[in-house]
Nanobody, 125 residues
Framework: QVQLLESGGGSVQAGGSLRLTCAAS????????AGWFRQVPGKEREKIAD???????TYADSVKGRFTISRDSAKNTLYLQMNALKPEDTAMYYC???????????????????WGQGTQVTVSS
């Protein structure tokens, strides 16, 4: 079993930055596809960034060039650096992990078996 715990959310003005952290514990294995998702009330959860076991990353168009996903395998920690934040980035942010080594096989939220509890990010104009 894998447990995920996010931190780092908060309130920031537009143009500001935040870094989200996701600490993994339990049977994390030797590497896996992990991702960051976000959700606003009334909308579906969307994947905004993922990172495969080999370090390959992908981003949603809405965050490309502004957000950076990374991992520290030695610490079993996943990060999301968010720069140039916009009010439309306001959402609950979740980290998630799947047993697939490549995120090519995990395009949907339902492909991810392990989820954190979420951390709120609020961006004011």
């Amino acid at each position: 079993q894998v447990q995920l715990l996010e931190s780092g959310g908060g309130s920031v003005q537009a143009g500001g930055s935040l870094r989200l952290t996701c600490a993994a514990s339990g049977n994390t294995g030797t590497g896996y596809c992990a991702g960051w998702f976000r959700q606003v009330p009334g909308k579906e959860r969307e994947k905004i960034a993922d990172i495969s076991k080999d370090g390959t990353t992908t981003y949603a168009d809405s965050v490309k060039g502004r957000f950076t996903i990374s991992r520290d395998s030695a610490k079993n920690t996943l990060y999301l650096q968010m720069n140039a934040l916009k009010p439309e980035d306001t959402a609950m942010y979740y980290c998630a992990a799947t047993g697939f080594s490549s995120c090519r096989y995990a395009p949907w939220p339902s492909d991810f078996a392990h989820w954190g509890q979420g951390t709120q990010v609020t961006v004011s104009s």
